[in-house]
């Protein structure tokens, strides 16, 4: 099993930032791809594969920066400039692959609420 835990999530103010935290633990043999997802409404926000690649929504480009510590298995998200319609529950969503034997399948965490007041 593998387990996704968030943090940082908080109540700030228009134009300010957040940075937010997923830990993955458990049976983990590699994670393919790993991001957020925003709940109001849901969207993929941002993702990041091993190799670095990454993707955005277009409405948090040049916004929000995604990054990973490999060696801790954790992503991170920089929230800055940050808008009242970016306010939601925030979702980490990972691909990873356990074992012996291998098997992919995703995993989410259990959210955090990003508050923005305008």
């Known amino acids: 099993q593998v387990q996704l835990v968030e943090s940082g999530g908080a109540l700030v103010q228009a134009g300010g930032s957040l940075r937010l935290s997923c830990a993955a633990s458990?049976?983990?043999?590699?994670?393919?791809?790993i991001g957020w997802y925003r709940h109001n409404p849901r969207e993929l926000v941002a993702t990041i594969t091993t190799?670095?690649?990454?993707d955005y929504a277009d409405s948090v480009k040049g916004r929000f920066t995604i990054s990973m510590d490999n060696a801790k298995n954790t992503v991170y998200l920089q929230m800055n400039g940050l808008k009242a319609e970016d306010s939601g529950v925030y979702y980490c969503n990972a691909e990873v692959t356990s074992g012996p034997p291998y098997v992919t399948r995703p995993y989410w965490g259990r959210g955090t609420r990003v508050s923005v007041s305008s």
């Open positions: 458990g049976n983990i043999f590699r994670i393919d791809v």
């Open positions: 190799g670095g690649a990454t």
